[in-house]
C-alpha cells in the first residue's frame, strides 16, 4: 500500500473530481469528500477528506477535527530543527491557511503514470504534500512535507532540499474590502497595462492592493526605523568586522529598532552561512524602503539585485538625526502603486517556477520578495509584525 497527504487552502475540489474521472474512470463517489477510482470491484486509488468546518486563511481556534490536527501539525513543524528560518516560518504560515485535506491511497502501488496525474493537481491546489517514503516521494528517510514540485520541505529531522519552495495563498474573499473601490480597481488596471508591456503573465483574479482611502501606511519614522534595523542586519550577514558594525550602532542606535528574529541574529556570535545569506537579501527589502522614504528617485523593475554600495553611501555621510530629518514619505498612491505592480510580479515569479519554468522578462525572484515584503509592511497589509509578514499571491 502506498499513500499521501495533500493540503490546500482551496475548498471547491471539482477540478480534483474530474481530473481523477477523465484519467482513472470509472469514478464513484460513496461520501461528499470520498472517491474510488478504477474498477468498482477493486478501485485504483481510494481519496477520502476533510475540511474545516469554517473556511479562514488563520488558524485562529480549533473547531472539529481537522483543526485540531492543523494544530497539532503546526506545533510539530515549529519545534523541527530546521536550519533555514524563513523556510519553517513560511510552511508554518502555510499551514495556518489550509482548508482542505485529502489522503490517497494505492492498496498496492501507485499506478504507472501517477506522477504525471497528480502534478497538475498540486500546482492547482498550491498543495502541500505529506508523505512517507514511497514511490513518488523517496527523498527522506521517514515522514517529510513536500513542495508542489515535489522537493523535500523538511523531514522529521528537519533536513530539506534547498531548492525546495512553498507558494502561499489566500483567497479573495479573504480580503478585508471585497468590493474595490475605484482607485484600487484603476491602479489594479495600471499594472495589469505594466505587466502586458513587458510580456508578463498575470491572473486576472488577483485582488488590488487596499484603497489610499483606507489603507494604514507606518508612519515616517517607523519607516526609518525600520531602514536602520535592516541596514545593520545586512552589514552583519555580509560579514562586516565587529568594530565597524559596532561603530554603525554608536552612530545610528540601530539594534533598539531590531525584531525579535532580528536580534537572535545580531547576538549570534557566529550565524551560519544561511542565516547570513538570508540577511544580506535584506538589502532589498532596505532598497524598497529608501524609495518610500525619497532617498531614491524610482524602484526600478526588479530584474537585478540593488547596489548595496550605494544604499548604503546614501546613509554613510548623515548622523540619524539628519537621516530622519531628511525623509519624506511618498504618498499613499506612490506606494500602494509600488505595492499593487510588486504584488503581481511577485505572482508571476511564483507561476513560473510551479511550472518549471525561468521567471518571465528576467525578474529576479529574489529580489521582488524582498520587495514585496518591505511594501507589505509598509502598507500593513495584514497588519503584521516585521517578523510575521506574510507575501502571499
Given at each position: 500500500m502506498e499513500r499521501l497527504t495533500l493540503y490546500t487552502h482551496a475548498t471547491d475540489l471539482g477540478y480534483l473530481a474530474e481530473h481523477l474521472a477523465t484519467h482513472y474512470g470509472p469514478v464513484s463517489q460513496p461520501e461528499p469528500l470520498a472517491w474510488l477510482a478504477g474498477p468498482p470491484a477493486s478501485p485504483t486509488l481510494r481519496l477520502s477528506g476533510r475540511q474545516r468546518t469554517q473556511p479562514d486563511y488563520q488558524l485562529r481556534e480549533v473547531t472539529d477535527e481537522f483543526t485540531q490536527n492543523l494544530a497539532g501539525m503546526y506545533g510539530f513543524v515549529q519545534q523541527l530543527p530546521m536550519?533555514?528560518?524563513?523556510?519553517?516560518?513560511?510552511?508554518?504560515?502555510?499551514?495556518?491557511?489550509?482548508?482542505?485535506?485529502?489522503?490517497?491511497?494505492?492498496?498496492?502501488?501507485?499506478?504507472?503514470?501517477?506522477?504525471?496525474?497528480?502534478?497538475?493537481?498540486?500546482?492547482?491546489?498550491?498543495?502541500?504534500?505529506?508523505?512517507?517514503?514511497?514511490?513518488?516521494?523517496?527523498?527522506s528517510a521517514g515522514q517529510?512535507?513536500?513542495?508542489?514540485?515535489?522537493?523535500?520541505?523538511?523531514?522529521?529531522?528537519?533536513?530539506?532540499?534547498?531548492?525546495?519552495?512553498?507558494?502561499?495563498?489566500?483567497?479573495?474573499?479573504?480580503?478585508?474590502?471585497?468590493?474595490?473601490?475605484?482607485?484600487?480597481?484603476?491602479?489594479?488596471?495600471?499594472?495589469?497595462?505594466?505587466?502586458?508591456?513587458?510580456?508578463?503573465?498575470?491572473?486576472?483574479?488577483?485582488?488590488?492592493?487596499?484603497?489610499?482611502?483606507?489603507?494604514?501606511?507606518?508612519?515616517?519614522?517607523?519607516?526609518?526605523?525600520?531602514?536602520?534595523?535592516l541596514t545593520y542586519v545586512a552589514l552583519k550577514g555580509e560579514g562586516v568586522p565587529a568594530d565597524s558594525l559596532a561603530g554603525f550602532e554608536r552612530a545610528y542606535g540601530a539594534r533598539r529598532h531590531l525584531s525579535p528574529a532580528e536580534q537572535a541574529f545580531a547576538d549570534d556570535p557566529a550565524p551560519d552561512q544561511q542565516a547570513r545569506v538570508n540577511a544580506t537579501w535584506r538589502y532589498e527589502a532596505l532598497h524598497a524602503l529608501l524609495w518610500a522614504l525619497g532617498y531614491l528617485p524610482e524602484l526600478n523593475f526588479p530584474d537585478h539585485p540593488c547596489d548595496p554600495g550605494h544604499d548604503t553611501g546614501l546613509l554613510a555621510p548623515l548622523s540619524e538625526a539628519e537621516f530622519r530629518q531628511r525623509a519624506r514619505l511618498r504618498p499613499a498612491p506612490e506606494i500602494l502603486d509600488a505595492a499593487d505592480l510588486t504584488y503581481r510580479y511577485a505572482w508571476a515569479c511564483v507561476d513560473a517556477r510551479l511550472k518549471g519554468q525561468t521567471a518571465p522578462a528576467g525578474l529576479e525572484s529574489g529580489v521582488v520578495h524582498e520587495r514585496l515584503y518591505a511594501l507589505n509592511w509598509l502598507t500593513s497589509r495584514f497588519d503584521e509584525e516585521w517578523d510575521d509578514v506574510s507575501t502571499d499571491t
Open positions: 536550519p533555514d528560518a524563513d523556510r519553517q516560518k513560511r510552511l508554518l504560515t502555510k499551514i495556518t491557511t489550509l482548508n482542505t485535506e485529502i489522503t490517497i491511497t494505492a492498496d498496492v502501488g501507485f499506478p504507472a503514470g501517477f506522477r504525471a496525474w497528480l502534478a497538475p493537481v498540486l500546482a492547482h491546489y498550491e498543495a502541500l504534500v505529506f508523505a512517507e517514503p514511497n514511490s513518488l516521494y523517496a527523498a517529510g512535507f513536500y513542495d508542489p514540485a515535489g522537493r523535500l520541505l523538511t523531514d522529521t529531522s528537519g533536513t530539506g532540499d534547498a531548492a525546495a519552495d512553498l507558494p502561499v495563498s489566500i483567497e479573495s474573499k479573504y480580503y478585508d474590502e471585497p468590493d474595490p473601490l475605484p482607485d484600487q480597481l484603476a491602479r489594479k488596471a495600471r499594472s495589469e497595462q505594466a505587466l502586458q508591456a513587458r510580456g508578463i503573465p498575470f491572473a486576472a483574479s488577483l485582488p488590488p492592493v487596499a484603497s489610499e482611502t483606507t489603507a494604514q501606511l507606518r508612519s515616517q519614522d517607523a519607516v526609518v526605523d525600520r531602514a536602520l534595523a
